[in-house]
């Protein structure tokens, strides 16, 4: 098979403004690059930013990640690709897993899996042995897992870190000296992501006098919780929601520190987008995190659940701004030399390749 043979279709489920939902879209732009025919096949692209739309392959099947409801749209994906098959199906996410194993039945080609966080208690897996070459695992800490708690052989899973743009000649904005600072943090306002711990150090960091913003960017189900919350803690006028997002660059660029309060996290990309553009992240030590978060010199570590202590590593930030500057340009050089988007793209093209070299070639 020649460089130029090779076709991969990017199953994803419904687009939402999520990391995972970022990987898919930076790696249809980029795999061509690599010499790679790409294209996505989603069940929703709403979300899904106009500007990529217009010139991305992403072709919507409504309906496809619905369990009993997507027969329909399975059948037409699978007649629009019978006479022109992929080379291999790279599925996105576990959500749409099982259509993963379905159209790769169907097709007669093989698949890989990318899993981007950590296994929910008693979930369990559904990866075909049949069909599935390889998973891609974000973060040594997702690999761990799924070899410990799924039982997933350690060969059959390649560390591959979510990757990020970042520009070379990229400057903080100047700060006058009446500005405010900003303390945000972006991502799917869910349960898991610690929203909560965020505004407890937000209302300790406001109690102690110190002049500060804090903002929320993203949406969920636990975005109504979040500004009750907010009120109940009397922070609500120092609290800014920005749910109506397509891509989080412009609200991270307003942020002087950005934290990731998560329970749980896989990697975190958003972080990355958030360290690429220099600023200093005050991250829960939890999962893949530690492979990005060096306490004290590519951001700081605060123990999951303790909002004192996400307080007092904000505060010392805000108070030290040579230290936030230094942490911030530290962790922006660790992400541009491990965990670009150029990275990301060379070695899932070259994993693509290795599972296409081991299939058998049918006879003529």
């Known amino acids: 098979m020649s460089r130029r043979d090779l076709k991969v279709l990017l ?35 709403e979300m899904v930013p106009q500007s990529k739309r217009d010139v991305l392959p992403v072709d919507v099947y409504r309906r496809l990640d619905l369990p009993f409801l997507n027969r329909l749209a399975l059948h ?23 259509v993963g194993n379905q159209v790769a039945e169907q097709l007669d080609v093989p698949y890989v899996l990318t899993v981007h966080d950590l296994l929910q208690p008693r979930e369990r897996m559904r990866f075909s042995a049949r069909r599935g070459r390889r998973i891609i695992a974000v973060s040594d800490a997702v690999k761990a897992d799924l070899v ?22 990229f400057r903080q904005p100047e700060r006058g000296p009446d500005h405010v600072p900003v303390v945000g943090t972006a991502g799917p306002l869910e349960p898991i992501k610690g929203h909560t711990v965020f505004l407890q150090a ?20 636990e ?32 942020m002087d520190i950005f934290c990731l309060p998560s329970l749980q996290q896989g990697l975190g990309t958003v972080m990355l987008e958030a360290m690429a553009l220099g ?27 303790d909002w004192a202590a996400l307080a007092e590593r904000i505060m010392a930030l805000l108070s030290d701004p040579e230290l936030a ?22 070695a899932t093209a070259r994993l693509y390749r290795e599972v296409c070299a081991s299939v058998p070639v049918a006879a003529p």
């Not at 990391?19 to 790409?38: F, K, N, Q, W």
């Not at 919780?225 to 397509?246: C, K, S």
């Open 279 to 305: 600023k200093p992240v005050v991250a829960s030590g939890v999962g893949g995190v530690y492979s990005v978060v060096h306490d004290g010199e590519t951001g700081l570590l605060s123990p999951r659940r």
């Open 11 to 45: 199953l994803a489920g419904r687009f939402e403004v999520r990391g995972s939902c970022a990987y898919t879209l930076r790696l249809v732009e980029h795999l061509p690059e690599m010499d790679i025919a790409a294209e996505v096949v989603c069940s929703s692209a």
């Open 76 to 98: 037409d994906l699978v007649r629009h690709y019978r006479d022109d098959p992929p080379s291999l199906i790279h599925v996105q996410t576990r959500k749409v897993l099982d």
């Open 223 to 254: 975005e109504e919780n979040l500004r009750r919350f907010a009120r109940e803690l009397g922070i609500a006028d120092h609290v800014t929601f920005v749910p109506y997002v397509r891509e989080y660059t412009e609200v991270l660029e307003a």
């Open 325 to 346: 500057g230094r942490i911030g340009e530290n962790a922006r050089r660790l992400v541009a030399k491990q965990f670009s988007v150029e990275r990301m793209v060379a």
């Open 202 to 221: 937000a209302q300790e960091v406001l109690s102690q006098g110190i002049d500060a913003e804090f903002l929320i960017a993203g949406s969920g189900p």
């Open 148 to 169: 410990q708690r799924a039982g997933v052989p350690d060969e059959l899973v390649q560390v591959i870190p979510s990757g990020v743009k970042v520009d070379p000649l």
